[in-house]
């Protein structure tokens, strides 16, 4: 009598497992290069004039840029984690919720009192830095 021993594969394969290794490694390096790219921008537009400042003279300071670019990126790859695990269509959830949330950053560069230099540097900081990190931590979730 012999035995014979059959290895089957499983015909499914939880690909979110595999994912979220991919979406945090490449996540954290969208994080530090908008946030290195913002900071440098930034100095870019002080140096030109932009004041950075409001009403009541309190300026952003350069290290402020570096520090809340990366935290907001760091929220993303949180939402891009979460996404990849619990939503039906990760990447379209992921897309729509930060480009919502890119819109509502918006609001306190225009509601702030700061001049219009100002303003309009930190929406375009805000805008670059979600191109920089959405489309990296997009590309890593399933459609």
Same mark, same amino acid.
Not at 20 to 44: D, E, F, N, Q, S
Not at 101 to 120: G, N, Q, Y
């Given at each position: ?23 945090? =490694?490449?996540?954290?390096? $969208? @994080? ?10 930034? !100095?870019?537009?002080? !140096? $030109? ?13 350069? !290290?402020?840029?570096?520090? %809340? ?9 949180? %939402? !891009?984690? *979460?996404?990849?695990? =619990? @939503? ?31 303003? *309009? ?23």
């Amino acid at each position: 009598m012999s035995t014979t021993a059959h290895l089957t594969t499983p015909t499914t394969v939880d690909t979110n497992v595999a994912a979220r290794p991919t979406v945090w =490694k490449h996540g954290v390096g $969208a @994080a530090v290069a908008a946030a290195g790219v913002t900071t440098v921008l930034a !100095a870019i537009a002080s !140096a $030109a004039g932009v004041s950075f400042a409001d009403q009541s003279g309190q300026a952003i300071p350069l !290290a402020g840029f570096t520090q %809340l670019t990366f935290v907001f990126s760091m929220i993303g790859v949180g %939402l !891009a984690a *979460i996404f990849a695990r =619990k @939503a039906r269509r990760p990447r379209r959830t992921f897309v729509r919720t930060t480009v919502a949330l890119t819109a509502v950053s918006l609001v306190p560069d225009i509601a702030f009192d700061f001049d219009v230099a100002s303003a *309009i540097s930190l929406m375009t900081l805000h805008v670059v830095a979600a191109a920089i990190a959405i489309p990296v931590l997009a590309k890593r979730l399933e459609s």
